[in-house]
């Protein structure tokens, strides 16, 4: 037979037709239903004998990698991963060596799975395991009795909801039983001696420990963690009146024109009756918020003044509950280790859990948000209505709550777009289209009916910004566009690292500042306040220098995770940067509104450690976010 002889290796033709024929496939973007040209076509473009063309493809087809249907053709499928190996593992064609390389391999993965054990296991499973392991005493289990062994590792595997690991078990399992038997001899003295000093390990052992559960694993972590936030955002809801760190609330009457006139005017049982000022904004927030001023109402006896502090349970609710919303994504992602870090900055994000405490729709609009992103990653995932109907009613709300949410449609939009078209190449298009089709029906009522009444009944634009005029204090519009975003004076940061509107003109400083205060004086600590600023740049600088490199160097990472964030981050800024174009204002320059970066940016932070192997490197990012969350305790404390 013909063959090539490179770096002290045989390769037959067929071989070299294999990888011709594997390149092909990738070079053409082929997925898994894709059909693939005939053998004439193939022999063509590849410049190779159709013979030693059939062979190869026989090759693959054996793999799993190709199927033959009628009709159709040859067509991609997706092989099995341990398919191959299941041919080949044969213990009796084995060296010795290669068997305990093998029972090595099995040690090392059932040690690494333990975590999944963990997690998952269920009192069911429990119970299966006691029956296992009481017929497993019968067939004296520590003998490895090939039925209880099988059976025990079998549901352990299970147990992981690793699919690839369960296969496994049907290769190892030949192999165990061989070596058991072929070294019985040299074995059963072992165990007699390790029985006698009480060094074995039963199944009944292992249950125990799995009954147990008793290592503080990280999903309990991430319970704490997220508890402790919401004790720290709850505090501060009750330590600080509604009146304090409020924007655009404006006076407690029926017929004022801020947050609190549009509550108050649902109170009352009808919606503003015009769009004057806040009266634009979408009313889910202010319907919730008039429900609890009711009962404030009620509690103070009629008192406007102190039932309006009622309106801090929305919000606060709203910061809870995205704390739940993230942690329980963390632990679907089964990420709990990797994501500690991430989830001890969303937890003590002092922008988001500002806005816990105010009397405006920024922490609920907040919420639909991270909403709105997670389902969007679980649609693209496992593409069912269930999901499209949950990502249908998280933009939809979160529409009814702030338009501007409408913004993370950009991105939403675009996966969409994607798994249309890599549908329609798998022939799936019939399923997508229905589901988009009531993820519109479902959206679009829900997120416009607000802007589509009220340009009908006073003329609205779509799209309504409120305008303020050119002579009010805060206007920038004066200043050239450069100095706007590039101006940052460090000495004027930390000697007043409070933003009191209206003062200066420089974008990055109010970023800075709105971002760790808001537009309030905090506290009269200005010292303690301002080495908070200054970490809180730090960290502002880490997460962007994180972000571009997990997005260049973060092979390691989950590229799902890491250029959707990404994408969604550019898109946030942009926005931001555009919407301080069009309006010149001080105030629009305010964290609140790219505070969604906050938490992408702990992502990236997170992930930068996991895609460097600098321990330097690691360690710096760990004390930048310890720094973070210790300056966040002490100052909000």
């Keep these: 037979m013909d063959s090539l002889k490179l770096h002290s290796q045989t390769f037959t033709l067929v071989d070299q037709v294999e990888d011709k024929l594997l390149n092909y496939l990738k070079e053409k973007d082929l997925r898994t239903g894709d059909p693939i040209p005939n053998e004439l076509e193939l022999a063509a473009a590849l410049g190779v004998a159709r013979s030693v063309l059939r062979e190869a493809l026989s090759r693959l087809k054996m793999m799993g990698m190709i199927e033959s249907r009628t009709r159709r053709g040859m067509i991609l499928r997706e092989p099995s991963i341990l398919g191959g190996m299941k041919r080949v593992v044969d213990p009796r064609i084995l060296s010795e060596e290669a068997l305990f390389d093998i029972l090595g391999f099995r040690i090392a993965l059932e040690i690494g799975m333990c975590s999944d054990l963990f997690r998952n296991i269920t009192p069911e499973d429990i119970a299966e395991l006691e029956e296992i392991v009481k017929m497993g005493i019968v067939f004296e289990n520590n003998e490895y009795a090939p039925v209880s062994e099988f059976r025990f590792h079998a549901k352990l595997y299970e147990i992981t909801g690793n699919k690839t690991i369960s296969e496994f078990q049907e290769i190892i399992h030949p192999v165990m039983v061989f070596v058991k038997n072929k070294f019985k001899d040299l074995l059963e003295p072992i165990n007699i001696e390790m029985k006698e000093k009480g060094q074995i390990v039963t199944h009944a052992d292992l249950l125990e420990y799995l009954k147990k559960k008793d290592e503080l694993d990280s999903k309990k972590i991430l319970e704490i963690i997220m508890i402790a936030g919401m004790i720290i955002g709850i505090g501060n809801m009750l330590g600080t009146h509604i009146f304090e760190k409020g924007y ?54 009629g008192n406007n003044e102190d039932a309006i502090q009622f309106t801090q349970i929305v919000n606060c609710s709203a910061y809870c509950f995205l704390l739940i919303a993230v942690k329980n994504f963390i632990i679907e992602l089964k990420a709990e280790k990797k994501y500690f870090w991430f989830m001890l900055i969303v937890a003590f994000q002092p922008a988001v859990m500002l806005m816990g405490l105010r009397g405006n729709n920024d922490m609920l609009a907040m919420f639909f948000i991270v909403l709105c992103l997670i389902n969007t990653y679980r649609w693209y995932v496992k593409r069912d209505m269930k999901t499209i109907v949950m990502l249908a009613f998280s933009f939809g709300l979160g529409m009814m709550t702030k338009i501007s949410v409408g913004t993370i449609a950009l991105f939403t939009g675009g996966v969409m777009i994607y798994c249309v078209v890599k549908d329609f190449k798998q022939k799936k298009y019939k399923e997508i289209i229905c589901q988009l089709a009531v993820f519109a029906v479902i959206c679009l009522p829900l997120g416009m009916w607000y802007s589509v009444r009220n340009f009908i009944l006073f003329d609205q634009p779509f799209g309504y910004v409120q305008v303020l005029p050119i002579n009010d204090p805060i206007y920038t519009g004066n200043v050239e566009w450069y100095k706007r975003f590039f101006d940052f004076n460090i000495i004027e940061l930390i000697k007043h690292p409070f933003s009191l509107c209206p003062e200066g003109h420089s974008i990055p400083i109010q970023v800075v500042k709105t971002s760790a205060f808001a537009e309030s004086k905090y506290n009269d600590n200005v010292f303690a306040s301002s080495i908070f600023v200054i970490v809180n740049l730090i960290t502002i600088i880490t997460s962007i220098v994180s972000t571009f490199y997990v997005v260049i160097k973060g092979k390691v990472c989950d590229n799902k995770i890491r250029f959707g964030a990404f994408i969604v981050w550019l898109i946030i800024v942009v926005s931001f940067i555009q919407f301080n174009i069009q309006y010149p204002y001080l105030c629009t320059a305010d964290y609140r509104y790219i505070t969604i970066t906050a938490l992408l940016g702990a992502l990236f932070m997170n992930e930068a450690m996991y895609c460097t192997n600098n321990v330097k490197v690691k360690n710096t990012l760990k004390i930048i976010m310890l720094a973070f969350v210790v300056c966040v305790l002490s100052v909000y404390m």
């Design 248 to 301: 655009d609330q404006g006076f407690v009457r029926s017929d004022a024109k801020g947050h609190f006139g549009y509550i108050l005017s649902l109170t009352e049982g009808h919606l503003p009756q015009d769009y004057a000022e806040q009266h634009y904004q979408p009313p889910l927030f202010h319907f919730l918020a008039s429900i609890f001023v009711r009962l404030g109402q009620v509690c103070t006896n």
